[in-house]
């Protein structure tokens, strides 16, 4: 009996690729698993949007507190809330099977548009320690929804043609129309799956067109319902240094910042450029799969420059995998004949790409240097101390951290809640001076856009008052009590 040892060495190695790869998805599922097990304290914003889930059935109509978030994903969350027993797990839990779901659904795009062994390897590595996308499947956020419905569409453009019969057709429009109801981000990639199919299949388009009815219905309404969202002064303003249109420098130093907050640092900026670079001028074989990939980016930044979309951080998450498989496309294009030198760029590039990124995660996840508002501790230590004539204190921006997690805690004591933000840390204890004499304050804080400064201002004050004690974290969470 002849063996050829060729195809078993070739099976073997296909064998042990396909169990680092498992490994590399488990890490990812791990990750993700134990920063959700933290079971950290919402922060303001995950306040504020749960605040919309207890107070409200109608996610049709604008969200309290400045909030914005897809009505079906508000749905979910509040079907999840009344359903599962912890509730703020609860209403993680749609934004933690999103993250898991999206490490399989990336693996099956990265496939479609990565060709060797490396390149697939590392995209799969990076997206699964990426901080940020294990960030947000512990919070809750529609992001990591976000990242899972964008993926599923773009991984939709390669069964296009699968759907030759009228039903099928329609029922694609479908999801496209659901998808966009789940994650507003995903409007970009459904645009950019038509787009490409347009450009590249012109004749075929005609056959799927049909799809773009029920698509163009539920776009239309998802619009109808949110235009409030487009109008808001608040959010335009809110989000004003993420729009593009400021010059050339402004841009970069924009882009640098969202590459370092998905990475850690900016260095893989510069290979994802290079990247971009090879793909126009070299890659004539990929051009279909190139432009699905850059379609959504290039349409952000469109519409950042006409001030309709800030590009930027978490708003632009969705957008990760996209990064990725651009940095990981280096490794496709990497054709060195002399085996040494061709495994030493590949080393050297794979250590550029993933290195930085999971020094990033060990950080962040295991080390614990996330950034973390917890009232609740203070709200405690307020619960076990405060007499009855004393007064709580709410300082400026953490009103909304107070409003949700009250209800956990039976204070009859008076608060104070400052309603004004002050422009400077000493108009702010010019404020605090003027407070009434001769009354115990517990002053409370976990938010604020300059929490050292603050927390240090606010300490150099308290300081010498009567009563003086303060309880804080690494955190700059804090409780001050003083006595005027």
């Known amino acids: 009996m002849r063996v050829d040892m060729g195809n078993e060495e070739a099976l073997n190695k296909n064998n042990i690729f396909n169990i680092l790869l498992i490994i590399v998805l488990a890490v990812g599922c791990i990750l993700r698993i134990l920063f959700y097990s933290y079971s950290r304290p919402f922060w303001n914003d995950e306040c504020a949007l749960a605040l ?65 062994h490396i390149s697939l390897f590392s995209a799969c590595l990076l997206f699964s320690i990426c901080y940020p996308l294990c960030d947000y499947a512990q919070q809750f956020k529609p992001y990591s929804t976000d990242v899972l419905i964008s993926l599923l569409v773009i991984l939709s453009y390669f069964y296009i043609d699968k759907f030759v019969n009228l039903k099928t057709k329609l029922l694609y429009g479908l999801f496209y129309g659901l998808a966009i109801w789940f994650s507003f981000p995903s409007v970009f990639t459904v645009i950019s799956v038509y787009l490409t199919y347009f450009i590249f299949n012109p004749k075929k388009f005609k056959q799927i067109a049909v799809s773009l009815l029920p698509f163009g219905i539920s776009l239309a309404g998802l619009y109808i319902a949110n235009a409030n969202l487009m109008g808001s002064s608040y959010l335009h303003n809110y989000w004003q240094y993420a729009f593009i249109n400021k010059g050339f420098w402004a841009f970069m130093e924009l882009l640098i910042d969202n590459i370092g907050y998905v990475f850690g640092y900016g260095l893989p900026l510069f290979l994802i450029l290079i990247s971009i670079l090879f793909m126009v001028f070299k890659d004539d074989n990929r051009r279909e799969s190139n432009f699905l990939l850059c379609c959504p980016v290039l349409i952000v930044l469109i519409c950042s420059y006409f001030e309709i979309y800030p590009f930027s951080t978490r708003l632009i998450l969705f957008l990760i995998p996209v990064f990725i498989l651009l940095g990981a496309k280096l490794f496709d294009y990497i054709n060195i004949p002399v085996k040494c030198v061709y495994y030493t760029a590949v080393i050297l590039l794979s250590l550029m790409l993933i290195a930085p990124a999971s020094l990033y995660s060990f950080n962040k996840i295991f080390l614990k240097t996330y950034d973390d508002e917890d009232i609740v501790t203070a709200l405690k230590l307020t619960q076990n101390n405060i007499k009855k004539e004393d007064v709580i204190y709410i300082s400026d921006g953490n009103s909304i951290l107070y409003e949700y997690y009250k209800r956990y805690f039976n204070f009859s004591n008076p608060v104070i809640t400052d309603e004004v933000r002050f422009t400077s840390e000493e108009e702010y204890v010019n404020h605090l001076n003027s407070l009434p004499k001769g009354v115990t304050y517990y002053w409370i804080f976990a938010h604020h856009p300059n929490k050292m400064e603050r927390l240090q201002s606010v300490y150099k004050w308290a300081r010498n008052k009567q009563d003086f004690r303060i309880y804080h974290d690494n955190k700059s969470n804090a409780l001050i009590i003083f006595t005027m």
């Open 52 to 116: 919309n889930i207890l107070n409200t059935w109608n996610y049709f109509k604008p969200l309290e507190y400045g909030q914005a978030a897809p009505q079906l994903f508000m749905y979910g969350s509040k079907l999840a809330y009344y359903l599962l027993p912890s509730k703020e797990l609860a209403l993680r839990i749609i934004p933690l099977f999103s993250s898991l779901g999206s490490l399989i659904v990336f693996y099956l795009a990265a496939k479609r548009f990565l060709i060797k």
